[in-house]
């Protein structure tokens, strides 16, 4: 079996919900009669495969399913899986005609489930776990990319005010904060260790990424398997785990998106030392132009400065799932794989960082 096609297993469908992550459904079923417009029960629970913050899980009703998204269980840092900001953002980008699944409810009285929680629908379509998108036609995949480039490219151009979310993030300095959240973020997890690369980059990476005062929402985990796709056609019809979301700088944005060109696809789906040519998939360089075009700028300056950034960003949230796994409040089932992956992400930072020096 693949590395891609571990991970589309190890991602894909439901399970029973797993111990420790359940809930009263009964509580729940008169939530949402009281709250979501049309919920006729029975009602049954599982958990999805995937999530490695917050927990999400299918709601299965006779006429409509639902997904369910909560905090995890266990001791969290404060600020984290605020399941809140993503009812917001959802419903935001919803109504200014971004593809989003449609937020049904959202509940912040801990007493329901034990948690805070929103449900939205379920959206179906296709899920690529392989960034090569091998499911689909050589001559179609370039319209594959295209589609998440112009998706992208639509987030990245909407106006924050005019969509109701001018407040959703302090908007400038956006590198500077995410260097700072995420090294106080590895510095505090004391159980998950300290690594040398981590370490060396704390101190080169705010001084090396160009900051902007240029504002857009920026989806903050924005790669083709926390895309739904429509079943047959190159479209996005919803973008996934919002977790991350906030005001922020687009370009950092973009070049977390683009590091898929560098990513070994057994940590996400990435296409990491497989040549694009001979699949018809366009190169890193062509993928950039592209977005560039789409938004109007001439280029990417200081690209490889952005890529070990987010790479960076990328080792401290594999650090904070080590710290889980250790406390045992890990949401995902495979969240052990994401810990022994945790050192290739520090390497790949530092080698797209020496390509500044």
Known sequence: MTASATSAAANTGTTPVRD??????????????????GFRGPMSVRQ???????????????????????????????GAHAVDREARVLGALGAAGFPVAQVRGLCTDDSIIGSWFY??????????????????????????????????????????????????????NYAARQISRWTKSYLADAEAGRDPGM???????PQAVPDSDETSVVHGDFRCDNLIFHPTAPRVIAVLDWELSTLGNPLCDFTYHAMMYRMPPDIVAGLGGIDPTPLNIPG?????????????????PDYPAYIAFNFFRMAAIFHGIKGRVIRGSAAS?????????????????????????
């Open 284 to 300: 890193e360089a062509d993928h950039v132009a592209q977005y560039c075009a789409l938004t109007g700028r001439a280029g990417i």
């Open 48 to 78: 999805f495969k995937g999530g490695q913050s917050n927990p999400t899980y299918q709601l299965i009703t006779p006429g409509k399913t639902y997904v369910l998204r909560r905090k995890p269980p266990g001791q969290l840092a404060k």
């Open 333 to 357: 089932a495979h969240s052990m794989d994401r810990v022994k992956q945790f050192p290739k992400l520090v390497e790949l930072a530092v080698q797209a960082a020496k390509e500044c020096l």
């Open 119 to 172: 449900v939205m629908d379920m959206v179906e379509g296709r899920i690529f776990w392989n960034a090569t998108f091998p499911e689909v036609s050589a001559p179609d995949r370039p319209r594959y990319f295209q589609a998440m480039n112009e998706t992208l490219a639509q987030l990245h151009m909407a106006d924050p005010a005019a969509i109701g979310l001018g407040d959703f993030g302090p908007g400038g």
């Open 20 to 37: 420790g992550f359940g809930f009263d459904t009964a509580a729940l079923s008169r939530w949402m009669a009281a709250h979501v417009a």
């Open 199 to 205: 370490d060396w980059l704390i101190e080169w990476l």
